[in-house]
């Protein structure tokens, strides 16, 4: 093949000579030439695929009519929000590429299909072996009278949104007042555009012509729900509702319109977001086929009828549509791309699944929404006063996810949009219900499920890290990818799957806890326990390598807790403890600490709470009540903590396990000794279970809850173990939790007596801590037990593995070695030393740490803050109450 | 006096040329006030530094400043080894440091960032960092 282009500026005259371009070009005859026509999105994603995998005898012209490098036109509305242009500009780098001549502000005219050539609007010609038509759409606006006066516009280039911003700014100059201002069409586009009106402070209304807002995408009540977040946002809604006439002043300004049933709405500005219309006449003209409701009919290869030339994005029709979305688009991009290099891809049909992006209004819709499938279920959660509606349609047999529509929160969309097509995996209720946890079993999530939120990090890409980048275990993943690099939620998950995948390609995930231990943690438990070791340099020779991590140390720390009950700081222990069990407290982002009394049962006098009061105020903490029914004092510098806890013992309390993998609290209701309806004690129960299991150390966090009637008010369910009283006596459930992936406790035993329930209790939490992997909290561990919870019930009641007196000698070790950690650090002067602030200056405070007063509380300065931005800062002496 | 773990020689002559920069011995404490395999935060003049030391008796000293986290908490983390570099992992994000070069060994999937780190002598029991100023 030869590259001919021709290029002539200035003139028209076609067959010109060659331009530098063609000339470099003609060097070498096997160039395939390319032209795009259009440079939008789908365009640059093209170009991306095709050069990312295409060697150097591609050679593309991209000609765009927007004097602009390609840029995100989805992202539009961020414009509003203070992104300029430059911001919102897609990868340069594509565009750059030597192999890519880019003739922007310069439009496609002609095709001449016998010659293989295009010429632009400038006069330029250029020859092709493959013609790409990506030239979009133009934002419609409606056939009326004055759909043109001053002060109406459409929402779909970055010129549009400025010369739209540019025109509010003055108009209200000139009016001198907020305009008001009317967006015609309540779609996807219309409520964005609405939200960047209302960002330029113009009173807002949306007209829809239909029953409801995005009524292609939401039924009825999820539009009637999307309606009420709209409004309480401030904006105006007016469905069914069909504007007539636009009415101009004497200068042409937009002053009012008109509408079907007679009414009339003064207005100063509209924005016309109903639709958009393929840009297909370059397509006509060449007398392309063109389906009769307009854009270029392609094939499943995004092929139009002519086979050397292709379309794709929304002036492309496929199966008699066309779709203004830009992830379809983009699957057309790489099918395009992925034919013209000899691969074989097919456009699989349109994926309609939107977000919506305004900030503060969730909505997503994904898959079949409309449950047009024959025999499909809907699965439907409505909350009116939450404003959230949410609905699943399943297949006839409730097991395949089909689509859905979630208003209010769509936290769930990430998880459930890859899911759709395939099994659910679950009780459909579980999705729907809490916000965003998702507990699918990762070993049937598909390739495009989000596994990572933080870094957009999917199952498929996780299983390409193993598979071709040779991870074998979770830290590697992660550097590869990214995954579970952000907040860390999904680790577990990133880790089944890669337990999944090393184990299909007959490799194991390494159990090992670390470098320095091949054992897993529950090998190691039992290493420590059979060997009698007490400490970890004698454990560390005899089983492992090196001198142990941030992994490995706390662990042990935690099994020799466990089994010889020393103090966490006792001798080389306290080497090992991570630095909240290091000093007893919980680290905050600056460094400093909080301090939380326990609070057994959440039962605290009055003279508790005074003395909980003044430490606060005399330390100049801040203080909020915590989850776990006790009070959380933040602010607490190293070196003060001795102090505190001084006042805290004297007053009989002690510092409570706010951290560290260990007890943390009962949570109880009032229970029958108040309430009504209690027909236990359930605050004299915690109160016991607390003051039982504090201190013990456990392979992640324990929380504990009881409630004293079937009403639950303590949420008991949500616990690692929760106790809900009966009549017949307590009821036991295990596996609760909330967090990351929130679970339901399951029943375990019922009607038991106070001292059957001590007992299933003490086995429970000890076999757990026997037998759990590192950071594995109850669910995932009695769910991997052999047999579930029949097979746990068998260890725990009927002694099938024969360890019950090993597990209750274990547990009244630990009740009976109990000490206050803090109190007993206090008496000791050399576990003080550690809480010098420096070694050379043990009583001077941090001098970086600094507050500013929010609420009435103190908090830690910001960064910005700090260097100076007007908000008065303080060192750790910032008092704010006096 | 007995050198230990002195990166850098001893400069022959303390604050000798002025247009050089101005290196000085500080002693800031005993080695009895360390703890072995556990930080100790120290000021060094304006400068937070965190002393380390490890069970061979060496002692290093790096930033008590936690670029990650921008907050200083060296001094508080776990002391370990990767392979056979010895380490500090950061209390708050878990990133982990050679204590000899102050590299990131283990960035947790963010940018790789360095601990500054100083040299430390070890005299009798004494313990000295050189404070470089210009």
Same mark, same amino acid.
């Given at each position: ?50 050069? &990312? ?61 016998? @010659? ?20 979009? &759409? ?9 759909? $043109? ?23 209200? @100059? ?38 409801? +807002? ?11 729900? /999307? ?73 499943? @290869?995004?092929?139009? &009828? ?70 499909? +279920? ?13 609905? /699943? ?26 899911? #759709? ?154 080497? /090992?403890?991570?630095?909240? $069990? ?18 057994? %049962? ?55 396990? @706010? ?62 173990? %929760? ?147 007007? #908000? ?11 | ?32 006030? /360390? ?70 060994? $283990? ?28």
């Amino acid at each position: 093949m030869r590259f001919t282009a021709t290029s002539r500026k200035h003139n028209a005259d076609e067959g010109a000579t060659p331009d530098a371009y063609g000339n470099a070009m003609t060097t070498d005859g096997d160039d395939t030439r390319i032209v795009v026509a259009g440079a939008g999105m789908v365009a640059h994603r093209f170009l991306e695929s095709l050069l &990312s995998r295409g060697g150097p005898e591609w050679r593309v012209t991209l000609i765009g009519d927007e004097p602009r490098h390609p840029y995100d036109r989805v992202g539009l509305t961020s414009f509003f929000a203070g992104s300029s242009p430059d911001d919102l500009e897609l990868e340069r780098a594509h565009v750059d590429d030597e192999r890519v001549r880019f003739l922007r502000g310069d439009t496609v005219a002609r095709i001449d299909r016998a @010659a293989s050539r295009v010429t632009t609007r400038s006069g330029v010609s250029v020859a092709y072996d493959h013609l790409v038509l990506a030239t979009g &759409s133009y934002a419609a606006r409606l056939a009326v009278d004055g759909y $043109d006066h001053d002060g109406c516009f459409v929402y779909r280039t970055l010129d549009d949104v400025e010369s739209l911003e540019a025109f509010v700014r003055r108009r209200s @100059a000139e009016l001198g007042r907020p305009l008001v201002g009317t967006v015609i069409g309540g779609g996807l586009l219309g409520l964005e555009a609405a939200g960047a009106l209302q960002g330029l402070e113009v009173d807002c209304t949306v007209v829809q012509s239909s029953d409801r +807002l995005m009524s292609a995408q939401l039924d009825r009540p999820a539009g009637d729900a /999307l309606r009420r977040l709209i409004e309480a946002r401030g904006i105006r809604v007016e469905t069914e509702s069909v504007t007539t006439r636009l009415d101009a002043d004497r200068s042409g300004q937009v002053i009012g319109l008109e509408f079907r049933d007679g009414t009339y709405a003064q207005t100063d500005v509209v924005v016309f977001t109903v639709g958009v219309r393929p840009r297909d006449e370059l397509a006509r003209g060449a007398e392309l086929d063109v389906h009769p409701r307009g854009g270029v009919v392609i094939d499943a @290869a995004c092929r139009t &009828s002519d086979p050397r030339i292709s379309a794709i994005g929304e002036v492309a029709n496929f199966d008699g549509m066309c779709v203004g979305l830009v992830a379809p688009g983009y699957a057309m991009a790489e099918v395009a791309a992925t034919r013209l290099l000899g691969g074989v891809a097919a456009f699989p049909g349109y994926d309609l699944s939107t977000k919506l992006k305004l900030s503060g209004v969730d909505v997503a819709s994904f898959g079949d929404a409309f449950a047009e499938t024959s025999g499909a +279920l809907d699965v439907v959660y409505a909350d009116p006063v939450a404003g959230v509606y949410k609905k /699943l349609v399943l297949s006839d047999d409730a097991k395949t996810l089909l689509g859905g529509i979630l208003v209010g929160d769509a936290s769930a969309y990430g998880s459930l949009r890859p899911l #759709v097509g395939g099994a659910l995996g679950g009780d459909p209720v579980a999705y729907l219900v809490p916000s965003g946890g998702v507990a699918a079993s990762t070993g049937e999530l598909p390739d495009a499920a989000l596994v990572c939120s933080c870094n957009s990090v999917t199952a498929g890409t996780i299983r390409t890290a193993v598979h071709e980048q040779g991870c074998t275990d979770v830290s590697a993943v992660k550097s590869c990818t990214k995954a579970g690099a952000a907040c860390g939620s999904c680790v577990m998950m990133v880790k089944q799957i890669v337990g999944a995948e090393l184990a299909k390609s007959g490799a194991a995930l390494s159990t090992a806890l670390c470098e320095h231990f091949e054992l897993s943690r529950r090998e190691l438990f039992d290493a420590v326990r059979v060997s009698g070791l007490s400490t970890f340099s004698a454990v560390i020779a005899r089983f492992g390598t090196g001198r142990g991590c941030d992994i490995c140390k706390p662990v042990l720390a935690s099994i020799l807790s466990t089994l010889t009950g020393t103090h966490v700081l006792d001798g080389e222990n306290a080497t /090992l403890q991570d630095t909240n $069990d290091h000093v007893m407290a919980n680290l905050q982002k600056d460094g400093s600490y909080s301090v939380v009394p326990r609070i057994p %049962g959440g039962e605290v006098t009055p003279e508790g709470l005074l003395v909980i009061g003044e430490v606060a105020r005399d330390f100049g903490l801040y203080t909020k009540i915590t989850g776990g029914q006790r009070i959380d004092m933040f602010g607490a510098r190293l070196e003060q903590l001795p102090d505190i806890w001084r006042r805290l013992v004297d007053a009989g309390f002690e510092s409570g396990h @706010a951290y560290g993998k260990s007890l943390r609290t009962v949570k109880s209701c009032v229970g029958s000794t108040w309430c009504r309806f209690g027909v236990q004690d359930a605050v004299g129960l915690a109160v016991q279970l607390e003051l039982r299991y504090r201190g013990l150390r456990s392979p992640h966090k324990l929380k504990l809850g009881v409630s004293g009637c079937a009403r639950e008010c303590a949420e008991a369910r949500g616990k690692d173990v %929760g106790v809900i009283a009966t009549e017949a006596g307590w009821n036991m459930y295990i596996g609760g939790n909330g967090g990351f992936t929130p679970r339901h406790a399951v029943l375990l035993a019922e009607g038991l007596d106070d001292d059957e329930l001590l007992t299933a209790i003490d086995r429970f939490l000890m076999y757990y801590v026997f037998t759990a992997d590192r950071l594995q909290r109850t669910a995932p561990w009695f769910e991997a037990l052999d047999g579930g919870i029949d097979g746990l019930r068998g260890v725990i009641f009927d002694d099938r593995l024969g360890i019950c007196a090993d597990l209750d000698a274990a547990m009244a070790r630990h009740v009976d070695t109990y000490e206050d950690e803090w109190r007993a650090t206090l008496d000791d002067p050399e576990k003080l030393r550690r809480f010098a602030s420096f070694v050379n200056a043990p009583t001077t405070p941090d001098p970086s740490l600094a507050y500013t007063a929010e609420r009435g509380q103190p908090r830690p300065a910001t960064d910005a803050e700090r260097l100076g931005s007007g #908000v008065p800062i303080a060192g750790t002496t910032l008092e704010v109450r006096r | 006096m007995t050198l230990m773990d002195s990166p850098t020689p001893l400069a022959p002559g303390i604050g000798l040329a002025s247009s050089e920069p101005v290196t000085d011995w500080v002693r800031v404490c005993d080695v009895a006030d /360390l703890e072995v395999e556990r930080g100790r935060a120290a000021l060094l003049g304006d400068a937070q530094i965190a002393l380390f030391l490890l069970h061979d008796g060496r002692v290093h000293a790096v930033s008590n400043f936690d670029p990650y986290s921008r907050a200083n908490v060296i001094s508080r983390g776990i002391v370990g080894s990767r392979a056979d570099r010895p380490t500090v992992a950061s209390p708050m994000y878990k990133q982990v440091f050679d204590l000899r070069t102050g590299a990131c060994l $283990d960035t947790q999937g963010k940018e790789p960032m360095s601990l500054p780190t100083w040299p430390v002598a070890v005299d009798g029991r004494r313990v000295l960092v050189q404070s470089v100023s210009q």
